[in-house]
């Protein structure tokens, strides 16, 4: 049987447009710090990429800052600053802020110093969006930047992180994106490269797949193409709240990204439910991808309310624009059949 990948938000399949770009970088030998002609060459990808990222982003006229990813963006952004924020944000920023601002039980955050807090757009297990206060310092929009349409320019926060493996780009490539004059420390030191903002030789192959990757992403949201996966996510959870009524389904009510569903079925593990779906053919995850592995309850659902047993019984199925409609019914018939199974042997 035809394996189905449902596992969007930890990565996605690489476009074809950002594996052409990457395959023509390849053929550039120049190191894009070199003033030779094959130097200058090398230079001119990076900057068409950084030009393509700033319009898909809606950041023209702010700096963008590569980085190896949105957790080394995190680094860059936050080291230092003493920034406020909530237990739903992804590890990656919990690791650099005072966890101290409230979520409530539809997991929307309370932020009441803009200029001195963190907060996502959108949440990598729930899907849920925040609403952005101005003035906010860091938004991490890793999950929200070709899914949704927003522009940097206009969502109000100094700094955003971003990754390029989240919209089909390669993996180990993100940046921050930061209004024009605001102070930012090197935490790798060296060259000067990136402004002198991030040093070390340019990744002049991912940053193509990145910038093609970026530019494609937007096309996509143009055409509607997440408004019909939204309609996807909610054929998946209406087939399964028919079929097995006792799922609670996590942030239903609020806005999400488009792709998301995050559910549970208390008592059974989310890890149990990933790998029994594993082996039946559909990848799904338990939470962040980064975070797998660890054997607990999602932070994020503990932070919004739910109790221990509920929130270690969570997963997320996250969909992707050649997802199908054949797919998501085959995932919900199949994880209701293990559902009954788990409901039998429990009784």
Known sequence: ???????????????PEAQAAMIAAMEVCGNPSSVHAEGRTAKAVVERARAQIAAAFGADGADVVFTSGSTEGAALALAGRKLHGAPVEHDAIRAWIDEDLS??????????????????????????????????????????????????????????????????????????????GTELAAQIRGGGQEMGRRSGTENVIGIAGFGAAAEAAAKELDA????????????????????????????????????????????WKG????????????????????????????????????DEITAQGAIRVSLGAQTTETDVLRFAEAWCAKQKKHRARSA
């Open 103 to 180: 979520v409530d039980a539809a997991g929307r955050v309370t932020v009441l110093d803009p200029s001195k807090s963190c907060l996502q757009l959108a949440n990598s297990e729930t899907g849920i969006i925040q609403d952005l206060p101005e003035g906010l310092a860091v938004t991490d929009a890793t999950q929200a930047f070709g899914k949704l349409p927003v522009a940097f320019n206009w969502m109000g926060a100094t700094m955003a992180l971003i990754s390029a493996h989240k919209l089909g780009g390669p993996k180990g490539i993100g940046a921050v994106v930061l209004k024009r």
């Open 271 to 306: 890890e149990t439910q990933v790998m029994q779906m594993d082996l039946a053919g559909f990848a799904i995850s338990a939470g962040s991808a980064c975070s797998s592995g660890k054997v607990r309850a999602s932070a994020v659902l503990t932070a919004m309310g739910f």
């Open 224 to 267: 509607g193409v997440w408004d019909r996966v939204a309609q996807l996510r909610n054929i998946l959870e209406n087939a399964l709240a028919a079929t097995c009524p006792e799922t609670i389904f996590v942030g239903r009510e609020a806005r999400r990204l488009p792709n998301t569903s995050c559910f549970a079925t208390p008592g």
């Open 1 to 15: 049987m035809t394996r189905v990948y449902l596992d969007h938000n930890a990565t996605t399949p690489l476009r």
